[in-house]
């Protein structure tokens, strides 16, 4: 059982950063591959990011690549998601889920996310 906090999220302005933190309660928070999806009004949930167990892989959504850098600390039960230039497309409830706990050490795909946050709200204002 892992349980998933969400925090960071706010108001920022175009061009500007935050850095999302999901916090995980769990003594096996290593064995899942984590990811962040968001989602904005009237849309469905999007795929943003995921890292690998050991934090070593990592894969990034087109839309994000470039901009958005999620990592990991298992040391202390935390994922990052560090957001730079963002935009006013970003705007949506940021999640964290974690998943997969069987998959092997390096992989970062994951089809089914077990375990989701509540979500924090991000917005960008133009």
């Known amino acids: 059982q892992v349980q998933l906090v969400e925090s960071g999220g706010g108001l920022v302005q175009a061009g500007g950063s935050l850095r999302l933190s999901c916090a995980a309660s769990g003594r096996s928070f290593s064995r899942y591959i984590i990811g962040w999806f968001r989602q904005a009004p009237g849309k469905e949930r999007e795929f943003a990011a995921s890292?690998?167990?050991?934090?070593?892989?990592?894969y990034h959504a087109d839309s994000v690549k470039g901009r958005f850098t999620i990592s990991r600390d298992n040391g202390k039960n935390t994922v990052l998601l560090q957001m730079n230039s963002l935009k006013p497309e970003d705007t949506a409830v940021y999640y964290c889920?974690?998943?997969?706990?069987?998959?092997?050490?390096?992989?970062?795909?994951?089809?089914?996310?077990?375990?989701w946050g509540q979500g924090t709200q991000v917005t960008v204002s133009s």
């Open positions: 889920a974690a998943g997969c706990p069987s998959a092997v050490g390096g992989t970062v795909a994951c089809g089914s996310y077990d375990y």
């Open positions: 890292i690998s167990k050991s934090g070593l892989s990592t």
